[in-house]
T-cell receptor, first 112, second 115 residues
Framework: SQQGEEDPQALSIQEGENATMNCSYKTSINNLQWYRQNSGRGLVHLILIRSNEREKHSGRLRVTLDTSKKSSSLLITASRAADTASYFCATTGGGSNYKLTFGKGTLLTVNP | ETGVTQTPRHLVMGMTNKKSLKCEQHLGHNAMYWYKQSAKKPLELMFVYNFKEQTENNSVPSRFSPECPNSSHLFLHLHTLQPEDSALYLC??????????????FGPGTRLTVT
């Protein structure tokens, strides 16, 4: 069954603006990961946040996790045209440490 | 370059053909995965291999047959596929171990078209 679900499905912003994407999930998790995919290519891991963490930073990325609301957000600050891609959240849980369940993704378009 | 390579990158095959997809990882990982990505659907996990042993088969039809001869190589053998099997097939690898979760490293994918 689908675990993560991203919102919005598509987001279009201007270069330099911040982009926020949200992810909701249904069951308890071990961790939540965010991945990026350029059109028709493989996924690239961005950041992993564990269930006992609330916030994590990596460069221009900020991820929050609220396990009480079963939700996470990914913030990309000072966006660039090169950030244009699909962004997916994925969760592990339910007794499995390796089985990732992905959402449908958010398509981010950053206009120059 | 993620350290995971996939060949071929594009494949067109008829429904009666037999073909194989190949994945190789150069990261020293012990877990390898096959995923299917279809348009407008979430990425679907197909198979998981951990230390060369299959630990997950996500109700995949038998026309898809995986093979993992060692921790660095993973194959997906295809036969008598259907047009709805057309998709991007992604291979991934990760560390493995009990009590921990690890990020996965993906290959660039094989774009499969079944005619």
């Amino acid at each position: 069954s689908q675990q993560g679900e991203e919102d919005p499905q598509a987001l279009s912003i201007q270069e330099g603006e911040n982009a926020t994407m949200n992810c909701s999930y249904k069951t308890s998790i071990n961790n939540l990961q965010w991945y990026r995919q350029n059109s028709g290519r493989g996924l690239v891991h961005l950041i992993l946040i564990r269930s006992n963490e609330r916030e994590k930073h990596s460069g221009r990325l900020r991820v929050t996790l609220d396990t009480s609301k079963k939700s996470s957000s990914l913030l990309i600050t000072a966006s660039r045209a090169a950030d244009t891609a699909s962004y997916f959240c994925a969760t592990t849980g339910g007794g499995s440490n390796y089985k990732l369940t992905f959402g449908k993704g958010t398509l981010l378009t950053v206009n120059p | 370059e993620t350290g995971v390579t996939q060949t071929p990158r594009h494949l067109v095959m008829g429904m009666t053909n037999k073909k194989s997809l190949k994945c190789e990882q150069h990261l020293g990982h012990n877990a390898m995965y096959w995923y299917k990505q279809s348009a407008k659907k979430p990425l679907e996990l197909m198979f998981v291999y951990n230390f060369k042993e299959q630990t997950e088969n996500n109700s995949v039809p038998s026309r898809f047959s995986p093979e993992c001869p060692n921790s660095s190589h993973l194959f997906l053998h295809l036969h008598t596929l259907q047009p709805e099997d057309s998709a991007l097939y992604l291979c991934a690898s990760s560390q493995s171990g009990t009590g921990a979760s690890y990020e996965q490293y993906f290959g660039p994918g094989t774009r499969l078209t079944v005619t």
